[in-house]
């Protein structure tokens, strides 16, 4: 389905801009997805960060959903959806002890410089296990450093300090990827919905992250998160000097230098 004019008519109403590439640079996202479809829908950010920097994007399907006579199906779809996205997908075991194991170990294989995962109060169930499963395998993990950026959907966050734009060939490319879901989007059109989420998401991150009465972003469409650091076992609070990322911000340059500042390297990212 073509998407491009309905999306213009909204992006002319502000000032959006188009996916602006920068330098390649070496980064993998790993995005712990609760169900077939949230990758489409929380991904944002690493689909910046693959289209303006050729990051590679590992999808991990935590489940496959609850409903055992749709799960075939459903990874049907959900392989499809990421092949229009570009990401490498993993399902787990069933299991989540088994669950716990695999990601731990998938972590340690790839190596993310950022996880993208459901924040804990994301009113889902499986969304709010999901979180649970991230928080635990970072908690194990007593070595690596990684970014971890909180994501919502179901349940709002209370304090958000990552207001990412989204260029309109990214919002579009969602919601193409959306309609691989064919199950999902027969009882709940999330595609067509996702506009007006992301629209939304510019009007409450603007005054939640920068203060109340502050001046709005100017971006049409937007992903709010909440940026942490895990390093060596423990989660850790990031203060952004710059917490709104519009297409001009190079989102890989920005994580890399915070995750050397961290690990206390002097390398710098040109």
């Known amino acids: 389905m073509e998407f491009t004019n309905v999306l213009n008519s909204f992006s002319s109403l502000f000032k959006p801009s188009n996916i602006i590439l920068k330098n390649s640079t070496p980064f993998t996202v ?5 169900h077939p479809d949230d990758e489409s829908i929380v991904g944002s950010l690493a689909l910046r960060l693959q289209r303006e920097n050729n990051a590679h994007i590992i999808n991990v399907a935590v489940t496959l959903g609850s409903k055992k006579e749709r799960q075939e199906k459903r990874a049907q779809e959900l392989q499809e959806a990421c092949e229009v996205l570009d990401m490498e997908n993993i399902i787990l075991h069933e299991n989540w002890k088994t ?7 998938l972590i ?13 109060k994301d009113f889902h169930p499986t969304h709010i296990k999901t ?24 349940g709002q966050m209370s304090k958000p300090n ?20 064919k199950g999902e989007i027969e ?11 992301m629209m939304d998401n510019v009007r ?8 109340k009465g502050m001046e709005a972003q100017s971006m049409a469409f937007g992903v709010i998160y909440q940026l ?9 609070n990031l203060k952004l000097e710059g917490p709104f990322l519009s297409s001009e911000t190079n989102i890989a340059q920005m994580f890399k230098l915070i995750l050397d500042a961290a690990s206390g390297s002097k390398t710098k990212v040109k």
């Not at 942490?228 to 850790?236: A, D, E, M």
């Open 162 to 181: 990552l207001l990412i734009e989204v260029p309109q060939e990214v919002l579009e490319l969602q919601m193409n990827a959306l309609m691989k879901h």
């Open 228 to 236: 942490q650091l895990s390093k060596r076992g423990k989660i850790q």
């Open 131 to 154: 979180s649970e499963l991230a928080k635990k395998v970072l908690l194990s993990l007593k070595k690596e450093t990684i970014l971890v950026a909180w994501s919502e959907f179901w």
């Open 30 to 34: 790993m995005i712990l997805s609760p």
């Open 204 to 211: 409450r991150g603007s005054e939640m992250i920068s203060g």
């Open 108 to 120: 340690q294989k790839y190596q993310p410089q950022l996880i993208i995962a459901p924040h804990s």
């Open 99 to 105: 669950k716990e194991k695999e990601l731990k170990s």
């Open 187 to 197: 009882r709940n059109p999330y595609h067509l919905r996702l506009p007006a989420w």
